[in-house]
């Protein structure tokens, strides 16, 4: 069955950097855009970044620009988000999104928690 699971989330004081991991399996990933997607408490799940199935296309919210990188290997079905400079406003769930042939999956969710 599909699988998405996330990683590498934890407490980091601001300034930090963490590397999030999503290892996705049951279906055929590298036809598949794949997103990370976040929540903080009382707010909507937002899109923080996306890629396009090859990789050839990268967008992010205007909240990360700069500070976060996503990317992935096809070869180990894996999606990354590497995250710097993080703040306090950073703090959320972050989940691990795949797209494709009008089906929507998602991840558990890893907590990050930026705070000193």
């Known amino acids: 069955q599909v699988q998405l699971v996330e990683s590498g989330g934890g407490l980091v004081q601001p300034g930090g950097s963490l590397r999030l991991s999503c290892a996705a399996s049951?279906?055929?990933?590298?036809?598949?855009?794949m997103s990370w997607y976040r929540q903080a408490p009382g707010k909507e799940r937002e899109l923080v970044a996306a890629i396009s199935s090859g990789g050839g296309r990268i967008n992010y919210a205007d909240s990360v620009k700069g500070r976060f990188t996503i990317s992935r290997d096809n070869v180990d079905k894996t999606v990354y988000l590497q995250m710097n400079s993080l703040k306090p406003e950073d703090t959320a769930v972050y989940y691990c999104?795949?797209?494709?042939?009008?089906?929507?999956?998602w991840g558990q969710g890893t907590q990050v928690t930026v705070s000193s």
């Open positions: 999104n795949a797209y494709g042939y009008g089906n929507n999956y």
């Open positions: 049951g279906f055929t990933f590298s036809s598949y855009a």
